[in-house]
């Protein structure tokens, strides 16, 4: 884990701070950042300050859950610390606060959030491609566990895990372990099954090409979508540049196309990037690629690395459609 940022932040800070104010890092950090990291920083220039920790949760295009409303973890290095942190919070927040123990836990807390859902897509990125090979549609297995009131949370399979924090901070957790001398064999696989989505789909798209007689040679293939997430502009860390680069690599000619993103798009518009193209991978389950189907009729290939169209409706409209772990 880089933590010059926070390094640099924490030293550029200590040079204002009072005794009796509060240093809070909302920051993600692997346990023991605040104690063993941040505090000796501050202790060099700072007395009397008080330290607490409360990572960030937001979810970025969520129109039902913002920095209002969302609930909060709260700890600090001693009681003073949690309880100023805590009123300050208070004052900005209209949902729970939990206040956890110590410091340690808070840390924590964020990095389990985090893994929770790395893992349990791997568990589904790995099921969609088994239930592929037995012709068994993964959205439909998904549909009928989800009527479950209890014992089960939908998670989505796809091109790959992007965003500052799924695709990274499981590597907090496996190098703190390694220095603790635990293997965290799990997290490593998860990380392995997400960050292997860019080839399985690539895979999926030749194996698509050629069953059509076709090359990824040459073939002029539509990429829609570079942000990680539908309906932003965060293109931090996303699988559509791996994708990209593989393709490239195969001599694929290539529009790419992202609405939130067009300053790293090639093409201007939705128009712009179809013209012409033999495939489309979407890969982005942006709103402007969901609207219309009658966009992609009689486009020979579909490849949907989001489940996110009607596939009915775009076989009905001549074309052949992929999913993820969807035929």
Known sequence: PDLNNLKSAIKEISKVVKSGQIVIIESTVYPGVCEDIVKPLLDKYCKGYLLAHCPERINPGDEKWD????????????????????ELYSSIVNAELVVLKDI???????????????????????????????GIDITEVIRGASSKPFGFMPHFPGVGV???????????????????????????????????????????????????????????IAILGLSYKPD???????????????????????????????????????????????CVLITTAHKEFKEDLNIYKNI????????????????????????????
Do not use: W
């Not at 709260?74 to 949690?82: C, L, R, W």
């Not at 499981?170 to 989505?197: C, E, V, W």
């Not at 074309?319 to 969807?326: D, H, P, T």
């Open 67 to 86: 920095i209002s409303n969302i609930p909060r973890v709260i700890g600090g290095i001693n009681k003073k610390s949690a309880k100023k942190c805590k």
């Open 104 to 134: 340690k836990s808070v840390e924590s807390t964020k990095i389990l959030e985090n893994i929770f859902r790395d893992v349990n897509i791997a568990l589904v990125n790995e099921m969609a491609q088994s239930f592929y090979r037995m």
């Open 162 to 220: 992007g965003g500052h924090c799924i695709a990274v901070d499981p590597y907090y957790m496996i190098q703190k372990g390694k220095d603790t001398g635990l293997d965290h064999d799990f997290l490593i696989q998860a990380r392995k099954i997400n960050s292997g989505m860019p080839t399985y789909v690539l895979k999926l798209l030749q194996n698509s090409l050629n069953d059509l007689g076709m090359p990824i040679k040459g073939t002029k």
């Open 300 to 327: 020979k290939l579909i490849v949907d690395g989001r489940n996110c169209l009607n596939k009915e409706e775009i076989k009905r409209g001549g074309s052949n459609y992929k999913g993820i772990g969807r035929r």
């Open 232 to 278: 932003i502009s965060d293109d931090r860390e996303s699988p559509s540049y791996e994708i990209i680069r593989k393709l490239e690599n195969k001599g694929a000619n290539l529009n790419v196309y992202d609405p939130h993103v067009l300053e790293k798009s090639n093409v201007k518009n939705i128009e712009q990037a179809l013209c012409g193209v033999d």
